[in-house]
């Protein structure tokens, strides 16, 4: 079975330009989450979504970030102007449902801000 | 005050030891507890589940303890293939927060 799966693995940008990362869970998953994690940090929520509503979104910066999912099965994180400090690694992790406690990750995108 | 509070490491002990990692979590509230690994780039993943009764899987042991709010996770016999960092979660209703991670390296 495959697992989740994110692209790009890597993007580097200048800073004030746009920037988009795209995920996909595994079937059947209905609970997508969007992380970031920073170097020797762990993982920190930016955006829960239950199929295709954004139930959680309390820590994703809206004035930069954005988030869609819009046939509850992929999802699509954009930063607008990215910044300096946006540079991290973005993961998407999937689960069946938010009461099934095992969250799967994908590999992340690792992004680069100049 | 972060949700889950870890010591760091490193941590760089020699094949065959025992080691230790110890977690704090400030909301009594939690619900359920994790212990991920996660390799040098790659993402993290699910170790084992901290069950209140503690629950072992091989090697590892994990405990919770309620009273003091803290999760132990245990290894045995380290083998080179635990060099990884240990990430600790707790639940609270729909959020879960991870710790910092603590370092381990086992050394030949």
């Known amino acids: 079975e495959a697992g989740v799966v994110q692209s790009p693995r890597y993007k580097i940008i200048e800073k004030k330009q746009p920037v988009a990362f795209w995920c996909n869970p595994i079937s059947g998953h209905n609970t997508l989450y969007w992380y970031l994690q920073n170097l020797g940090q762990g993982p920190e929520l930016l955006i829960r979504?239950?199929?295709?509503?954004?139930?959680?979104d309390s820590q994703l910066p809206k004035d930069r970030f954005s988030a869609e999912r819009l046939k509850g099965v992929d999802s699509t994180l954009k930063i607008q102007p990215a910044e300096l400090g946006d540079s991290a690694v973005y993961h998407c992790a999937s689960s069946l449902a938010n009461g099934y406690n095992e969250q799967f990750f994908g590999p992340g995108t690792r992004l680069t801000v100049l | 005050r972060k949700e889950v509070e870890q010591d760091p490491g490193p941590f760089n002990v020699p094949e065959g030891a025992t080691v230790a990692f110890n977690c704090t979590y400030s909301n009594s509230a939690s619900q359920s507890f994790f212990w991920y690994r996660q390799d040098c780039r790659k993402e993290p993943k699910l170790l084992m589940s901290v069950y209140s009764s503690g629950n072992e899987d091989g090697r590892f042991t994990a405990q919770l303890n309620r009273a003091s709010q803290y999760i132990s996770l245990l290894i045995r016999d380290s083998k080179l293939s635990d060099s990884a960092t240990y990430l600790c979660?707790?639940?609270?209703?729909?959020?879960?927060?991870f710790g910092t991670g603590t370092s381990l390296t086992v050394i030949p």
């Open positions: 979504y239950e199929n295709e509503e954004a139930v959680d």
């Open positions: 979660v707790s639940q609270e209703g729909n959020q879960f927060y």
